[in-house]
């Protein structure tokens, strides 16, 4: 009996040697890998002597996160690579001979590494299409490796990428990649984040804001021809503010293009552009003809301030074109009864047409001769039965460029019959 218990109690003092102290040959060729068999996890295996139970973990790492190998399991286990690490990159992984109540060796220590994150994500572009719009970004490399060339470098295929999200819109969208399309009329004033994320559960999350541009148009519905078209309007832009509430945005210096078009259906072309288009804009193209115009800001984006806004497109608005009166009169405008007396009329552009010579009665103007126009002149001689106002009407026509004149009635002139 006696035996006995001190056989016993040299087996637990060994036992108890051993952890508090007495060492074990340290696992070697140590090795990692991403492994995404069990989601995205990070393999380790290593060699050591057989039927020995091992510890795996963060070298420095917390002790939850301690992963225990039994001593009949193969040299392998997988880690959890968002564990939290308190100490500062480099990294390793490490394996020990050991179990729960401790280690009985050093420990063996994997290649270095670190936990890099990609950049921020760097926004591309807003290009509008229909009504859609999409948004486009890239994820830089990281700035700082401290170990290049790790073996847990590169992340396996379909574990990295950036999620968009807008907190104004509920349910909130996401999706995961490098682009992003939503409809243009949920979109600015708007303010969404892309979140850059990895398998190490590290994000960096950037935010651009989309705003809302609107422009007006005004235009005087005839002008002459030769003179200028007053094309006025505004840029307007808003923002998103605090609380989801848009306010008035000033961005930065934006172009805003004016387009002309022969008639509906016909292809807009460019007439000017205005550098800073901002609040307020004046054109003022020639007259040459009857035309539709618009003004234009196309979809713009400052990446240095990660802001963006939407293509600013106004309504189609049209200006009709009058000849320009260049001389409308009697060249004998005082004669005596019984004597002739030419009526003239000499307009811009040189217009081929039928002009309408008419004379004011009491009853209103009253249609006199019709004679025909060859380079924007007219003319009419004839005896005139007494003092009187005349005017001469030039019908709706095209000018030799093709472009519409609207018919117009010049200023009356008089004759005096003594």
């Not at 301690?66 to 100490?87: G, K, Y």
């Not at 004597?339 to 307009?347: G, K, L, P, Y």
């Given at each position: 009996m006696v035996v006995v218990v001190c056989v016993w109690a040299v087996v637990v003092g060994l036992t108890g040697a051993a952890h508090a102290g007495v060492a074990d040959a340290p696992p070697t060729e140590v090795t990692i890998a991403w492994d995404t068999s069990h989601g995205v996890m990070i393999k380790v295996t290593w060699r050591d002597p057989p039927d020995t139970p091992n510890r795996v973990q963060?070298?420095?790492g917390q002790p939850e996160d301690?992963?225990?190998?039994?001593?009949?399991?193969?040299?392998?286990?997988?880690?959890?690579?968002?564990?939290?690490?308190?100490?500062p990159p480099p990294y390793r992984i490490?394996?020990?001979v050991g179990d729960a109540t401790g280690p009985t060796s050093p420990a063996g220590l994997s290649a270095e590494f670190d936990r890099s994150l990609d950049g921020p994500a760097v926004w591309d572009s807003m290009v509008p299409?229909?009504?859609?719009?999409?948004?486009?970004?890239?994820?830089?490399?990281?700035?700082?490796?401290?170990?290049?060339?790790?073996?847990?470098?590169?992340f396996p295929e379909g574990?990295?990428?950036?999620?968009?999200?807008?907190?104004?819109?509920?349910?909130?969208?996401?999706?995961?990649?490098?682009?992003?399309?939503?409809?243009?009329?949920?979109?600015?004033?708007?303010?969404?984040?892309?979140?850059?994320?990895?398998?190490?559960?590290?994000?960096?999350?950037?935010?651009?804001?989309?705003?809302r541009a609107t422009a007006s148009i005004a235009n005087p519905a005839t002008t002459t021809y030769g003179q200028p078209v007053a094309i006025t309007g505004g840029l307007r832009s808003t923002a998103l503010g605090g609380g989801c509430v848009s306010s008035p945005f000033s961005g930065p210096v934006r172009k805003v293009h004016l387009q002309a078009r022969t008639g509906t259906g016909a292809p807009w072309y460019g007439v000017g552009s205005i550098t800073d288009g901002n609040e307020v804009f004046r054109f003022?193209?020639?007259a040459t003809g009857a035309r539709q115009f618009r003004v234009v800001a196309s979809a713009t984006s400052w990446p240095a301030t990660w802001a963006a806004s939407?293509?600013?497109?106004?309504?189609?608005?049209?200006?009709?074109?009058?000849?320009?009166?260049?001389?409308?009169?009697?060249?004998?405008?005082?004669?005596?009864?019984?004597?002739?007396?030419?009526?003239?009329?000499?307009?811009s552009p040189g217009l081929s047409t039928t002009a309408l010579l008419q004379r004011w009665s009491p009853t209103g103007?009253?249609?006199?001769?019709?004679?025909?126009?060859?380079?924007?002149?007219a003319q009419y001689r004839f005896t005139p039965a007494a003092t009187g106002s005349w005017r001469w009407v030039i019908p709706t026509t095209r000018a030799p460029n093709g472009l519409a004149i609207a018919w117009t009635a010049t200023s009356p002139f008089s004759i005096t019959v003594a």
């Open positions: 963060f070298s420095g301690i992963v225990l190998v039994a001593s009949t399991a193969a040299n392998e286990a997988l880690i959890n690579p968002q564990a939290q690490v308190s100490s490490s394996v020990e299409h229909g009504d859609l719009l999409t948004m486009a970004w890239h994820v830089p490399p990281a700035t700082t490796d401290h170990t290049p060339g790790d073996p847990l470098d590169s574990t990295t990428g950036s999620d968009p999200f807008n907190h104004c819109i509920t349910p909130q969208g996401t999706r995961e990649g490098t682009t992003y399309t939503i409809p243009i009329a949920s979109a600015p004033p708007t303010g969404w984040q892309v979140t850059v994320g990895n398998p190490w559960g590290t994000t960096v999350s950037k935010s651009v804001l989309f705003t003022a193209p020639t939407n293509a600013a497109v106004t309504s189609a608005v049209t200006s009709q074109t009058l000849a320009w009166v260049r001389s409308a009169r009697f060249l004998d405008p005082a004669i005596r009864r019984g004597e002739r007396s030419t009526a003239h009329v000499w307009v103007w009253v249609g006199v001769k019709q004679m025909p126009m060859t380079n924007g002149v």
